[in-house]
């Protein structure tokens, strides 16, 4: 049974479920000492810069249960070119890529070896930011300059992957896993561009249905049969063993499913749009993975009702963007089991809650179908009012296209 709860650092969203510790999430040392202090009973890893860093490596250390990969395992999300590595290693279906650090040996490449469009990728983490799709040379050659000379993603940056531009839709499959065995979870569909109709730059995602509908189930059997499986055991194999989330980002394309890249965490939006729906509670399998005897528990139940999940952006994101300004009509909002608001980029001054990010406030709603869900969910996001807001407001029409129920 869950007793309390800490976050670090939180925000004014997870101060209504426990305490706001002041500690970054990247303060290993200050996690681990407060862990220790207050005989914390699980840490679950959220973002990608502390499980890279090895916080789960040091909590291990100290025999505290923890959810999320050790830094070795986290490779799979913070080097690119790793994750690449080892998906052709266990023939894991992936596009062709090549990896380069030498600005000349990238340019030649891009000049005679490479077919157009190609994807031009930062090899470290990015935050979602570090992927170019190029649809000639041109636009390539200054990609990679950007990165390999311009310092573009910093130290992200200095190693590139230049990857086969692979065509078809998108979908986000999650699987825990303890490293014996996997669990998996719901699909989703992520919205990764900034406009509507899926134009302009790239970000971390604005927003995300669950669960996708355009996975069958034949699809999801082959995708935990070629995908899944074999990175779980290519990981266990090559000594880095997996505990945490396996979230794959795949390309449903005309020659069947292939991995764009691997995450190590619950996405963000997907995770807001996913948690919604899980009926049984989640507690049990995050320390089941972290204890190793998830094969023990039976698959968890999930909500009828399909998700969808509207990012609130600030102005400007995902470049330069302020902060601090006011947010109004939270309190207008009536949150319930079919709509929730997650707090993001926020935090309280003088007990007005301002911006504090660039990606704000995630709005959730459930509906009977996904046209009341998209209803709700937009009803809410009307009612949120803050300078230069940002969102898209196609989210869930293309899973509505795709179940041709609109
Ligand atoms: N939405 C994708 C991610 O969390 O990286």
């Avoid at 840490?43 to 249960?65: K, N, S, W, Y």
Wanted: with cysteine; hydrophobic share 40%.
């Amino acid at each position: 049974m869950v007793e309390g709860m800490w976050f670090a650092p939180g925000n004014p969203g997870t101060a209504q479920l426990g305490e706001n510790l002041n500690l970054a999430a990247d303060d290993l040392d200050g996690i681990v000492s407060f862990c220790r202090a207050n005989d914390v009973g699980l840490v679950v890893i959220g973002p990608e810069d502390p499980l890279a860093a090895g916080l789960a490596d040091q909590l291990h250390e100290i025999q505290v249960p923890v959810f999320g990969p050790r830094a070795a395992a986290a490779e799979l999300e913070s080097s690119k070119a790793f994750c690449k590595d080892i998906m052709v290693r266990h023939r894991v279906p992936t596009g062709a890529y090549r990896v380069f650090s030498d600005l000349n040996s990238a340019i030649s490449y891009l000049q005679s070896g490479a077919r157009y469009p190609v994807v031009v990728k930062a090899s470290g983490l990015a935050a979602g930011k570090g992927v170019v799709i190029c649809k000639d040379v041109r636009e390539a050659r200054e990609a990679t300059k950007d990165m390999l000379e311009g310092g573009r993603h910093g130290k992200a940056g200095k190693t590139i992957l230049v990857e086969e531009f692979l065509d078809g839709p998108e979908a986000s499959i999650f699987a825990l896993t303890d490293s014996r065995t996997f669990m998996p979870l719901e699909s989703c569909m992520d919205h990764k561009q900034l406009g509507d109709g899926d134009v302009g730059p790239n970000t971390g995602g604005m927003g995300a249905v669950c669960p996708n509908p355009l996975l069958s189930p034949r699809t999801r059997d082959a995708v935990e049969r070629q995908v899944i499986l074999p990175t779980i055991h290519g990981m266990n194999h090559e000594g880095r063993r997996f505990q945490g989330v396996l979230f794959a980002g795949l390309k449903l394309t005309a020659a069947g499913p292939k991995v764009l890249e691997y995450n190590v965490r619950f996405g963000d939006p997907e995770c807001q749009a996913l948690m919604p729906r899980l009926k049984s509670d989640l507690v049990p399998y995050l320390l089941a993975c972290a204890n190793g005897n998830l094969e023990e528990l039976e698959a968890p139940e999930w909500d009828e009702r399909p998700s969808i999940t509207v990012v609130l952006a600030a102005g400007g994101y995902p470049a330069s963007y302020p902060t601090g300004i006011p947010i109004h009509g939270l309190d207008d909002v009536e949150q319930g089991d079919a709509l929730q608001i997650f707090h993001a980029g926020t935090a309280e001054v003088a007990g007005q809650i301002v911006t504090a990010g660039g990606r704000i406030l995630a709005v959730t709603a459930l509906g009977s179908d996904l046209y009341e869900a998209r209803q709700r969910a937009y009803q809410a996001v009307e009612k949120i009012e803050f300078e230069g807001k940002t969102f898209r407001t196609d989210i869930g029409l293309a899973a509505l296209e795709a179940t041709q129920n609109y």
